[in-house]
């Protein structure tokens, strides 16, 4: 598989997946993070809350209100851990085809937290591109880079929860305009979600999806009984160095075949 060829040349994604003792690491940092902003916000849970296990976090009892208190600052692991992510094996075999220039952006190992039967805990329709055109903070960049998203399933139940997607419409301009929302410029979808046929993937704890930051995706509403954790990447990677190092995977490839 020519992962740069399925990201933009095929159907705008792929998958891969971590090994069992990867995921119980990302499992454990964010358990860590997740029982430490249950002792700020309900110091009693803590006991409880460790006991149950994040995936059940809805059955606890908790008297905050779950909307305002898991920001993006309180999901985002610690920047020193994209070293751990650098040293899997499937970043690992990312930089076999992409080069030494691939790299995780230093400032995204952002963990999400989808409870049963919430709709509220999703977001809508996008491609994350159109948060990078509304400069929302991701940064700048560099000159010759290109970029796609990770998204890795930590907590699931295929066919029940997941990331549903549109496969191909990273080849496609999709109607959009951005809205300023507490201070902070995001962008709206202009067109009819029910009417676009997508594809929820049945993804189970520790696989993954590589896409094109065109691609349109969104979340479902969680109809399984635990709840959806999952987190999100994003690889940096000189594009001339890509398509060359594409070209000659190829050349390797039909020569074999």
Not at 27 to 51: F, H, M
Not at 226 to 242: H, Q, Y
Request: hydrophobic share 40%.
């Amino acid at each position: 598989m020519v992962i740069f060829d399925e990201i933009n040349d095929g159907v705008g994604f792929c998958l891969e997946g971590l090994t069992e003792t990867e995921l119980e690491f990302v499992r454990g940092r964010i358990t860590e993070q997740y029982l430490s902003r249950i002792g700020q916000l309900q110091p009693d849970l803590v006991p409880i809350a460790r006991e149950r296990g994040i995936a059940r976090y809805h059955t606890l009892p908790t008297t905050f209100d779950h909307g305002k208190s898991w920001p993006k600052a309180t999901r985002l692991l610690d920047p020193k851990y994209v070293a751990d992510f650098a040293r899997m094996g499937f970043f690992r075999r990312i930089q076999s085809q992409f080069g030494p220039s691939a790299i995780i952006s230093h400032d995204e190992l952002n963990w999400r937290l989808v409870r049963p039967n919430q709709p509220s805990d999703i977001g809508p329709m996008h491609a994350d591109k159109w948060f990078w055109d509304a400069g929302y903070g991701y940064g700048s960049m560099p000159a010759g880079y290109d970029r796609f998203k990770i998204w890795i399933a930590i907590h699931t139940e295929p066919g029940a929860n997941g990331l549903c997607v549109k496969p191909a419409s990273h080849r496609q301009e999709w109607k959009h305009h951005f809205e300023d929302k507490d201070g902070v410029r995001k962008p709206v979808f202009d067109e009819n979600p029910d009417a676009i046929e997508t594809e929820l993937l049945p993804l189970a704890a520790g696989k993954m999806v590589m896409f094109h930051d065109e691609l349109l995706h969104g979340g479902v509403v969680n109809r399984g009984s635990t709840c959806r954790v999952s987190i999100e990447l994003t690889v940096l990677f000189d594009r001339n160095d890509a398509l060359a190092r594409a070209a000659s995977l190829r050349e390797e490839m039909t020569a074999v075949a």
